[in-house]
């Protein structure tokens, strides 16, 4: 990855970054006082060299970037194991100027929108998964510094909307942009032979997932309580109180159950297809999606948008129930071993995973839908499983745990396997075409960057001049 393709990922690890290292920040001063910036990177890597990293880097607008923020975001890439070799202070700075302006000229674009309740939704999910990590709520206020729960929301509120606003606006300037064949083939041929990028192991994977189904009996017992519970509710209970105590979805729990959604949402299909099926205040009878059983209410109905609250209860697997399953999964593997079935024949007559049955277990990348994934990229858990296969070698079957804390079993196949080479404009040609087109993207961010850097304020300090940016943000 070049720097300014990296640069692209620091705006996001900065966003986590400023929050998590803002101890002892009680008000939202331009100014923090050294020896609190010093104890606190001290804090993080003892041996860091002490500098002075207070004062004003940088001013956009209405906006400020810190010497402190520039600091401490290399300061926990090394932490992270991130490289940064090749990642200058200058390439930093730029990244976060860069920032500054999409989200400044965002807010001023009034097609642009940022849902609070999408942001209450995604502070809740973060809270919940630090307090998984951490163990409590009075730890993860402790580990951040925040006296109450709601200082810590307001901080990662702020946070995620500006990073909401970043993307949005980024996604609006280059939506439109396409390469065509030709500029694909002139951008692969104007790199020089010796400078051709190196691929590393890719593979093409299927898949078979089995996963242990309850016993009736317990799935009656998960309906039998879901009805009571809306009974409850019905006669005056509410049902905010009623899924901080029973719901089982670890993402909503904490906030009632409560999901902001409209059609085009991650959510799963039957989910949504209840959804926007009620009536407002109405309340779902008990349904079933890959997650369980829920019941669902619809709080309010906005034009497109669908605020609801669910409450989630996953029936019970006993020990003879995983154990069945494993054993199935054994044997549909003896029998593709054995030639009796063709693996991709089996994983659309038995799988359990509804993402890749249809295409007969083919495992692809979400965002490109590409079958040919880096090896290294690669959920480690499957990393594992895969690095020794040879291509036309199936996986033993082995055990995985969900989110949820349930399990299932699965075996891979990798049916193609290509090791590390350097770029092949045949073989590669997808991975070509998006490298084009990012550098099609990038060109274009930077005009409409220079374009905006015009027409707004901007001060950088001197002590960055001497700064190769690709931006004109030293105005000449």
């Not at 700075?93 to 965002?106: N, T």
């Not at 642009?112 to 009075?138: C, F, P, R, W």
């Amino acid at each position: 990855m070049t720097n300014k393709n990296f640069i692209s990922l620091i705006a996001f690890i900065f966003t986590i970054v400023s929050f998590a290292q803002e101890n002892g920040k009680k008000n939202d001063s331009i100014v923090q006082k050294k020896d609190s910036i010093i104890q606190k990177i001290d804090s993080v890597k003892p041996k860091i060299q002490r500098v002075k990293i207070d004062g004003i880097a940088a001013v956009v607008g209405d906006n400020i970037v810190l010497n402190s923020d520039i600091y401490r975001m290399k300061t926990q890439l090394k932490e992270q194991g991130i490289p940064i070799k090749n990642l200058s202070t200058c390439d930093i700075m730029e990244s976060l100027l860069q920032d500054k302006m999409f989200v400044q000229e965002a807010k001023k674009d009034t097609l642009i929108t940022v849902s609070e309740k999408e942001i209450t939704g995604m502070v809740s999910q973060q809270i919940d998964y630090m307090k998984a990590q951490l163990g409590s709520m009075e730890k993860v206020l402790e580990f951040y510094n925040k006296k109450t729960l709601k200082e810590l929301k307001d901080e990662l509120s702020t946070l995620d909307k500006n990073r909401k606003y970043s993307e949005k606006m980024k996604e609006k300037i280059v939506k439109d942009i396409d390469v065509s064949p030709e500029e694909i083939k002139n951008f692969y041929d104007k790199i020089p032979k010796d400078k051709l990028p190196e691929f590393g192991t890719q593979v093409e994977l299927y898949q078979i997932v089995i996963k242990p189904k309850p016993d009736k009996e317990e799935v009656r017992k998960v309906i039998d309580q879901l009805k009571n519970i809306k009974k409850s509710i019905e006669e005056g209970s509410s049902f905010r109180t009623q899924a901080v105590l029973y719901s089982q979805d670890p993402g909503s729990r904490a906030d009632g159950g409560k999901y902001v959604i409209n059609r085009k949402s991650g959510f799963v299909q039957e989910f949504k297809d209840v959804a926007f099926s009620l009536d407002e205040g109405s309340i779902s009878e008990p349904f079933k999606t890959q997650f369980g059983w829920h019941i669902l209410q619809v709080e309010k109905i906005k034009g497109q948008e669908r605020v609801v609250r669910h409450i989630l209860l996953v029936p019970e697997i006993g020990f003879l129930n995983q154990r069945s399953a494993k054993k199935k999964l054994d044997s549909i593997r003896k029998r593709i071993l054995d030639k009796e079935l063709d693996f991709e024949e089996a994983a659309k007559a038995f799988s359990d995973d509804e993402n890749t049955k249809k295409m007969g277990g083919k495992v692809v990348n979400p965002s490109s839908g590409e079958s040919l994934l880096d090896l290294t990229t690669l959920d480690p858990k499957i990393f594992k499983k895969v690095e020794k296969l040879n291509e036309g070698d199936i996986s033993e079957v082995y055990e995985e745990k969900e989110p949820t804390g349930k399990s299932h079993y699965r075996i891979l196949y990798v049916k193609k396997k290509i090791p590390a080479h350097k770029a092949d404009y045949v073989k590669d040609y997808v991975k070509i075409k998006q490298m084009a087109l990012e550098k099609k993207k990038e060109k274009v961010l930077v005009k409409w960057m220079n374009e905006k850097i015009k027409n707004n304020y901007i001060k950088i300090n001197k002590a960055y001049k001497d700064c190769k940016f690709q931006s004109n943000w030293i105005k000449k």
